[in-house]
């Protein structure tokens, strides 16, 4: 295996998934009941799916920030932009 300092950004795997994702394995390890099983099964797909797309854990919360925010998205709050008033 080929040690080098530039493979010191790759994120952390663990099998065949980001290490993250494991993180509810824990919660599940500690608290074992079927819910957190299932919330656990749930997190795991949503990490293979955003994986099996080509996106990391970051792009996968960016990309979710960009949806939810949604396509028109303006400059100035509504409150502060000017509208045009006839005085006449």
Do not use: Y
Not at 68 to 73: E, K, N, V
């Amino acid at each position: 295996m080929d040690l080098h300092w530039r493979n010191t950004q790759k994120p952390a795997r663990f099998f065949a998934l980001d290490a993250r994702a494991f993180a509810a394995v824990l919660v599940f390890l500690v608290h074992a009941r079927l819910w957190t099983f299932g919330l656990v099964v749930i997190v795991m797909l949503i990490f293979w799916i955003a994986e099996r797309r080509g996106l990391t854990f970051e792009a996968a919360l960016r990309a979710l920030r960009a949806w939810l925010a949604g396509a028109r998205r303006p400059a100035l709050r509504s409150t502060l932009r000017r509208h045009w008033t006839d005085f006449g």
